[in-house]
């Protein structure tokens, strides 16, 4: 089974960590708790390809959302293979910031595989959709919802990151 980093982006309270311990603890935590520096959590994933299953191990770097752009100076990014950037759906702000991560992501590792997460779904009323600021809309990429809270897609966003690494490396 092959190995690869898969980092966490995302500004302080946007449910970085709600959504890792979603998929490895089966749980959400409704008191909030502050990342300090990184977490790793160790994500085994079987998907079915041509040539039969591949397996794959994603250490997901959860890192502290207090880094913002500052993040791409520190050791945590290095040696990326992909990266969920990560917003809540209820703070602009959050949604705003995804693009300029993603365009530092690029710009330190070329290549490399990201998605947005538009995080905490379950916040919306009945009948409210997504309003995602125009700077997202624009950069043609396509933005998943996940709730933490629910489990809403937090499985499915983990496996198309899996996904993504094992095609640009087959």
């Known amino acids: 089974m092959i190995s690869r980093k898969l980092?966490?982006?995302?500004?302080i309270g946007v449910g970085k960590t709600s959504l890792i311990?979603?998929?490895?603890?089966?749980?959400?935590?409704t008191e909030y708790k502050s990342t300090f520096g990184v977490?790793?959590?160790r994500v085994?994933?079987?998907?079915?390809?041509?040539?039969?299953?591949?397996?794959?191990?994603?250490i997901v770097w959860d890192t502290d959302g207090n880094f913002g752009q500052r993040i791409f100076r520190h050791v945590y990014i290095k040696g990326a293979s992909a990266a969920l950037i990560i917003g809540d759906l209820k703070r602009r702000a959050t949604l705003e910031s995804m693009v300029a991560l993603a365009?530092?992501?690029q710009d330190a590792?070329?290549?490399?595989?990201?998605s947005f997460i538009?995080?905490?779904?379950?916040?919306l009323s009945e009948g409210e959709g997504a309003e995602l600021p125009a700077k997202l809309r624009e950069a043609r990429q396509p933005v998943l919802l996940t709730s933490a809270k629910t489990?809403?897609?937090?499985e499915d966003t983990f496996i198309q990151a899996a996904s993504s690494i094992l095609r640009r490396e087959s």
């Open 7 to 11: 980092m966490l982006l995302g500004e």
């Open 21 to 29: 311990r979603r998929l490895v603890q089966g749980r959400f935590e």
């Open 39 to 41: 977490e790793l959590y």
């Open 44 to 58: 085994p994933i079987t998907r079915a390809g041509p040539n039969g299953d591949q397996a794959i191990e994603l």
């Open 103 to 105: 365009e530092s992501f």
């Open 109 to 114: 590792l070329p290549g490399r595989h990201f």
């Open 118 to 123: 538009a995080n905490k779904v379950d916040l």
């Open 151 to 154: 489990g809403a897609n937090v």
